[in-house]
């Protein structure tokens, strides 16, 4: 009998090299993110839908993007942003909520972003970019993924099936390895990259439910002329709407849920062995 591979940590240089290698190679990465964990690829259209038959999504299903904290705001087309929303609340607001932890941003595409990971709304091509948090070891990694691929971004999911193939009302993030591994037993390269100490990782987010991140919106601001701008909550997810609200104040912004953020994303439970 085989003996079984050794895991693969995120905090571990040499396991990072190997996973980022095979990312590149056209892999598919499990990897430990913030408090949870993402599935992470190579950003070309045959991958992106490849990952999406592998959860049940649609193959075309728009994806979102993640990167080095530092390649965030060239992410972005800022000269689509709304003349009603100063640049510099919103660039403060963002090194404010990535520098705390996971979070994600939706606002206006940067050009050279292909249109599988792109999408239009009120009339704005927008993108999405995901990312752990400024202390999050998963960095090293993304920075290591994105030197293997000679590209600036990433594509990033969540780790989970989805509800449409399960029939299940929510299909919440992975935060066990064990049951994530489980998930995806069917998709012969999955490569895992853990947390050595996944209750660590949870304790290192106390303000933070173990799902998806909070997502906020700044292409369109809401309200006519209304002051300060407001902002939208386009899901309610690990972060709370009055913690996101409350880093927003201080720089002369409003924070609304919008339309589709009505109920905050359940964290998921684990039964049996698999955890």
Not at 34 to 46: H, L, M, Q, W
Not at 92 to 113: H, I, K, S, T
Not at 227 to 245: A, K, W, Y
Request: glycine letters at 10%; charged letters at 20%.
């Amino acid at each position: 009998m085989d003996a079984p591979t050794p895991p693969l940590y995120i905090d571990r240089p040499e396991d990072v090299a190997v996973a980022a290698r095979a990312l590149a190679g056209g892999a598919v990465v499990a990897a430990a993110f913030a408090n949870f964990y993402v599935i992470v690829t190579r950003p070309d259209a045959d991958t992106v839908g490849r990952v999406n038959l592998a959860k049940g999504r649609p193959v075309h299903q728009v994806g979102s993007i993640t990167t080095v904290i530092g390649r965030i705001p060239g992410m972005f087309d800022w000269t689509r942003i709304s003349p009603r929303l100063p640049v510099g609340r919103v660039r403060a607001l963002m090194d404010a909520l990535y520098g705390a932890g996971p979070f994600g941003f939706r606002g206006p595409a940067a050009e050279r972003l292909p249109e599988h990971l792109t999408q239009v709304d009120r009339g704005v091509r927008t993108t999405q970019v995901i990312a752990p948090g400024l202390t999050c070891p998963s960095n090293a990694f993304f920075e290591r993924a994105l030197a293997e691929t000679g590209s600036d971004h990433l594509y990033i999911t969540s780790a989970n099936r989805s509800r449409h193939h399960t029939g299940a009302a929510e299909e919440p993030a992975h935060w066990k390895v064990g049951a994530l591994a489980a998930d995806f037993a069917h998709v012969d390269d999955l490569v895992v990259l853990a947390h050595r100490d996944e209750a660590a990782a949870r304790a290192a987010y106390p303000g933070y439910l173990t799902t998806s991140v909070t997502l906020l919106s700044f292409h369109a601001p809401e309200g006519e002329l209304e002051e300060p701008p407001v902002l939208s909550v386009d899901r309610h997810g690990s972060l709370h709407l009055d913690d996101v609200r409350r880093a927003a104040a201080p720089l002369g912004l409003q924070v609304r849920l919008g339309a589709t953020a009505g109920q905050r994303l359940q964290v998921r439970g684990y039964t049996g062995a698999l955890v």
